[in-house]
């Protein structure tokens, strides 16, 4: 098995995965429902990482990159001027995988015309 196939950022989207289709719930951070920070904090702790709570304190940890990478956290905000409030894992080939409101546990792409211009940076952990 390659390095690739067993590291963390692999490993957390691979966990991320097997909670397709469970319902938003705020708060969350199980099978009952995720949101968005609840999901990467859930898939980060399969792969061996601890991370915060709250996708404002994720935003503070890891290192801002431009090219993204799979397993990178990319994070949103509802316009420049806000705070972040929403975050996904960057899953390769132009697809992140996240928790919404409308959708749950969903995969999108990164140039979905909701998303993309919300887009605020990424980090790498």
């Known amino acids: 098995m390659s390095e690739a196939a ?11 995965k097997t ?8 708060g969350g951070m199980s099978s009952r ?5 609840g ?8 792969a061996g990482k601890t991370l915060p709570r709250t996708t404002v304190e ?9 090219s993204l990478k799979a397993g990178d956290l990319m994070f949103f905000a509802p316009n420049k001027a806000s705070r972040v409030t929403h975050a996904s894992i960057y899953m390769g080939s132009g697809k992140m995988i996240h928790s919404t409101s409308s959708k749950g546990v969903s995969i ?3 140039s979905n015309p909701y998303w993309k211009p919300k887009f605020v940076g990424a980090k790498r952990l």
Request: hydrophobic share 35%.
């Open 6 to 16: 067993t590291s963390p950022q692999t490993k957390a989207i691979a966990a991320a």
């Open 108 to 110: 999108a792409s990164t």
């Open 39 to 46: 999901l990467i904090k859930y898939a980060y702790a399969k």
């Open 33 to 37: 429902g995720y949101d968005c920070s």
């Open 19 to 26: 909670q397709l289709g469970i319902k938003y719930q705020w």
């Open 58 to 66: 994720m935003y503070k940890k890891g290192t801002r990159v431009t």
